[in-house]
């Protein structure tokens, strides 16, 4: 398995071995983030049932800022810490959450990190889309306008919503179907000139970049 785009194109990965374990393809990895472009650079990413980490991998390839991988699997977690490893990616105490995916979200939410994209993979078999989906919806892990990519088989039926989280696209790769939920915008304020409180009014607003790791 490679990366398909970005500062690490056609470096190779390692994968986990054993049963239950399914990476994203390759083509589907390039299909999605051809959908996720203009999401990428700069973000902050959380990638849940990680597996080998590829997801994440890619998305700092293509410029993401910073990744959070969730893992419980010690074979998945050891090709995480192998990939880094091949792609000089130091890993921070925080930056693997070898825990469950909803306690995962839950720790993320009370450290007051936030995600400007999520993917979220589990094995089709788990029945953990819809509380996960919830999870994140009640969460503050998704970024006003951030994006929730889920992989998943045509049979899983998905709901069109998840409290703030809403469909806004899926696309079919062969086999594999990845739904595209949004979180809503927030909306600007709006300061009136000469009220409390007020700033002046520039063009621009420069955020803090993020460590990537």
């Not at 393809?25 to 996720?36: H, P, S, T, Y």
């Not at 720790?107 to 953990?128: C, H, Q």
């Not at 969460?139 to 306008?145: D, K, L, M, Y």
Request: overall charge neutral.
């Amino acid at each position: 398995m490679r990366i398909v785009a970005g500062q690490w194109r056609g470096r190779h990965l390692a994968v986990p071995k054993g049963r239950g374990v399914r990476p994203t393809l390759e083509r589907v990895r390039e299909a999605m983030f051809d959908v996720l472009q203009g999401d990428i650079p700069g973000a902050r990413v959380l990638d849940l049932f990680a597996g080998s980490g590829a997801l994440g991998f890619e998305a700092l390839s293509r410029g993401a800022a910073r990744v959070r991988w969730c893992e419980v699997d010690p074979r998945s977690i050891e090709a995480i810490r192998e990939n880094a490893g091949r792609l000089g990616v130091v890993l921070k105490p925080k930056t693997i959450q070898a825990v469950p995916a909803l306690d995962a979200i839950r720790r993320l939410t009370r450290d007051g990190e936030t995600f400007d994209v999520v993917f979220l993979d589990p094995p089709y078999e788990s029945g953990a889309y819809d509380e996960t989906m919830l999870a994140l919806s009640l969460s503050s892990c998704v970024a006003p306008g951030g994006v929730v990519a889920v992989e998943h088989a045509k049979k899983i039926d998905l709901s069109p919503s998840y409290g703030h989280l809403f469909l806004d696209r899926v696309r079919q790769y062969g086999d594999t179907y990845v739904s595209y939920f949004r979180r809503a915008a927030a909306p600007a304020a709006v300061v009136r000139p000469g009220q409390a409180g007020a700033a002046p009014v520039t063009g621009t607003e420069v955020g803090q970049q993020e460590d990537c790791q």
